[in-house]
């Protein structure tokens, strides 16, 4: 949706959700900016020209951190771009000192105030440049792809992020009229252009709801088919899951997940990285799964440092988890009870739902906007599959 701010022409996304919460924000932001958003059904249309604005104000953009990542397009397209400094989930320290040391060395005049970063392209433009990432950095690597497509020169982005979903903004980009290589690899090179089109692109599917649903029926047992998705984003969790004794086949585009419910789980152990690694997204569900397997597991979180918030409310429905540092050592339990709980982020909140399907008793989750910001229609789909679940 940012990347769109890099051209005045209309871009059409497919496969877009239609009610998340963070989709909502974006659109709201978007929108103050002066885009005209349009949307029917599950096809997202942006036109960015009449846009007359380039701040991104403190009350959208605290609502969801992505919102930083119309930095470098603005910047690029208008020289000019003022975005208050981001909120989102408390997982742990996030700071943008990236974004901005690698716009700073593309040319950009930045200055920090009362919460906002206020940037400047020098005469000419944003300057290509070689930026070498400190550490992987998923949104510093797509600010800084989107800012580098529209720079005078070659920019090379070194210990770049390799996300499947980083790939996707690049091969947008590319419809859009960019000149990318090395989508995928940790070196991605962008030789900039002149000026940015429209396209029509089609969103890659979404591998950490992807992910949910496949813990999900590895925990309550039976057999789900999951449509629509790719395997091939999630081959380290497919992995783990693996090991815990689920069966995992792919038809055509679909995935199909079963367990036989007599069948208990094996405890594994797991330990967050960087992609192609075991995704930090899905440490929570997994941990909820542990929960309810025979023996003992280590998760080990090496991203975000304040990522275990779930385990005190998985421990009040009655989990054995004891946190050490970074890594939680769960000791699978006979049975989980109902109880009411407490969302403290996405991730964590849908843990609790994953936990609450196996619980005994009725589970309530409060704070769920956290649960929408990234599940669309979660009771919708889990209910469709036998789940007893309502939102109040």
């Known amino acids: 949706m940012c990347a769109a701010l890099l051209t005045d022409q209309t871009i059409y996304f497919e496969n877009s959700p239609n009610s998340l919460r963070d989709m909502q924000s ?3 932001l978007l929108e103050y900016l002066g885009c005209a958003v349009k949307r029917q059904g599950n096809l997202l249309a942006i036109n960015t020209g009449p846009i007359h604005t380039q701040t991104a104000p403190y009350d959208i953009v605290r609502k969801m951190r992505g919102s930083i990542l ?3 397009p603005l910047l690029a397209r208008f020289g000019e771009a003022k975005v208050s400094l981001p909120g989102g989930c ?5 700071p943008v000192d990236m974004h901005i040391k690698a716009l700073e060395e593309m040319g950009a005049e930045i200055i920090l105030d009362e919460g906002y970063i206020n940037a400047k392209a020098p005469k000419g433009g944003l300057q290509g440049a070689k930026i070498i990432f400190p550490k992987v950095s998923v949104g510093a690597t797509e600010n800084l792809m989107m800012a580098a497509v529209l720079a005078k020169g070659e920019t090379v982005l070194a210990n770049a992020a390799r996300e499947p979903e980083i790939a996707d903004l690049g091969e947008c980009l590319i419809k859009m009229g960019a000149k990318i290589e090395g989508l995928g690899t940790d070196t991605i090179r962008i030789e900039g252009v002149p000026h940015m089109s429209g396209a029509n692109h089609s969103i890659i ?18 057999t789900v088919r999951l449509q629509n998705t790719r395997l091939r984003d999630l081959s380290a969790a497919i992995g783990h899951l693996s090991q815990t004794g689920i069966e995992i086949d792919k038809d055509g585009n679909d995935i199909i997940v079963s367990r036989d419910p007599n069948v208990p789980l094996k405890a594994i152990d ?3 990285e960087p992609h192609p690694g075991f995704p930090t997204d899905l440490q929570a569900q997994f941990m909820a799964m542990l929960t ?3 023996g003992a597991g280590l998760v080990t979180e090496t991203i975000f440092e304040n990522r275990f918030m779930h385990v005190p409310e998985l421990n009040r429905m009655g989990a054995n988890i004891t946190v050490q540092g970074n890594s939680a050592i769960v000791r699978g339990v006979k049975g989980l009870k109902g109880a009411e709980v407490m969302a403290t982020d996405l991730r964590a909140s849908v843990a609790l739902v994953l936990a609450g399907l ?3 008793g009725e589970t309530t989750i409060n704070r769920i906007y956290h649960l929408e910001r990234g599940y669309e229609d979660i009771v919708g789909k889990l209910s469709a599959c036998g789940a007893n679940i309502q939102k109040a």
Not at 90 to 94: D, E, F, L, N, V
Not at 205 to 222: F, H, L, N, Q, S
């Open 70 to 72: 119309v930095l470098g």
């Open 270 to 272: 797991i330990m967050t």
């Open 26 to 28: 974006q659109t709201e």
């Open 90 to 94: 408390a997982i742990g320290t996030r």
């Open 358 to 360: 196996v619980a005994e």
């Open 292 to 294: 309810m397997a025979e």
């Open 205 to 222: 599917p979404d591998r950490i709801e992807t992910g949910t649903y496949m813990v999900a029926a590895a925990m309550t047992g039976g």
